[in-house]
């Protein structure tokens, strides 16, 4: 993860995940493998499933 990420668990990344600079990922997120996140975007409580680009801010969602 580039050093300008912040975490906030509990946070699961799989294998092969791409996280842009300046992402916040959490609270309860699950990024499945290979799922892409663009810059400086924020994750709360979802799911980017496998190989899926999320390029907006969202949170209370599954992304297929």
């Not at 050093?3 to 906030?8: D, N």
């Amino acid at each position: 993860l580039p050093a300008s990420v912040t975490v906030v668990g509990p946070v699961l990344i799989e294998a092969e995940c791409e996280v842009g600079e300046g992402v916040t990922l959490g609270p309860l997120v699950y990024m499945e493998r290979g799922a892409q996140v663009a810059p400086g975007v924020s994750l709360e409580r979802a799911v980017v499933t496998r190989g899926v680009r999320c390029s907006s801010s969202i949170s209370d969602q599954i992304l297929t």
